[in-house]
């Protein structure tokens, strides 16, 4: 069965580092997005990409957020100078077709410290 | 405002017997989607209920959706200790393609 694949599965970085987060995407699929979950938290929308630019992007993703796509394969979340509240789980998805299911993959847990 | 609220917050019941959750939102929507998330893990794709659709099946799992209650609900039949997670319902709105999150219910079932 295809899988979203995100790399690397934890990541410890010092405050004020920058950290590039790494999603392969199910190959065939035209949207993409990044989500969020703060510890014990609901999962919050970042950011939605399709045809190689931001769709829609949440109040979240400032300009400390960048996200691309730099072959036909990678999709990646860009977080510039960490702060200790950026410390979540980052969850990227993927879709086919508008109106079917989105899969997302398991997640890269960054803890800023 | 909040797009997918479910309740209760906490459930918990007996290995055998039902789980029902509920979720409400407040704006029109393509479909709605359950997710299961296990501790720590990533997030499961369960079922999606498209907005012209009332009822879908699979496995132990029932979703129904009522638009006109802006409502749907899960129910998953015959728990297993396995079935211990965090559900949740997540809406896509209507021209739109991200979705929107509720909070979640926890799930726990003991054997």
């Known amino acids: 069965e295809p899988e979203v694949t995100q790399t690397p599965s934890h990541q410890v970085t010092q405050m004020g580092q920058e950290v590039i987060l790494r999603c392969v995407p199910i190959?065939?699929?035209?949207?993409f997005y990044w989500y969020r979950q703060i510890l014990g938290q609901k999962v919050e929308f970042l950011v939605s990409?399709?045809?190689?630019?931001?769709?829609?992007k949440s109040e979240i993703f400032d300009d400390q957020f960048s996200v691309e796509r730099p072959d036909g394969s990678n999709f990646t979340l860009k977080i510039r100078s960490t702060k200790l509240e950026d410390s979540a789980m980052y969850f990227c998805a993927s879709l086919g077709l508008p109106n079917t299911e989105a899969f997302f993959g398991q997640g890269t847990r960054l803890t800023v410290v | 405002s909040q797009q997918g609220e479910e309740d209760p917050q906490a459930l918990s019941i007996q290995e055998g017997e039902n789980a029902t959750m509920n979720c409400s939102y407040k704006t029109s929507i393509n479909n709605l989607q359950w997710y299961r998330q296990n501790s720590g893990r990533g997030l499961v794709h369960l079922i999606l209920?498209?907005?012209?659709?009332r009822e879908k099946h699979s496995g132990r799992l029932r979703v129904t959706l009522d638009t006109s209650k802006k409502s749907s609900s899960l129910l998953i039949t015959a728990s297993r200790a396995a079935d211990t997670a965090s559900y949740f319902c997540a809406t896509v709105v209507e021209y739109g393609n991200k979705l929107v999150f509720g909070a979640g219910t926890i799930l726990r079932v003991k054997s």
């Open positions: 990409f399709y045809n190689n630019e931001i769709s829609e």
């Open positions: 209920i498209r907005s012209n659709e």
């Open positions: 190959s065939n699929h035209l949207y």
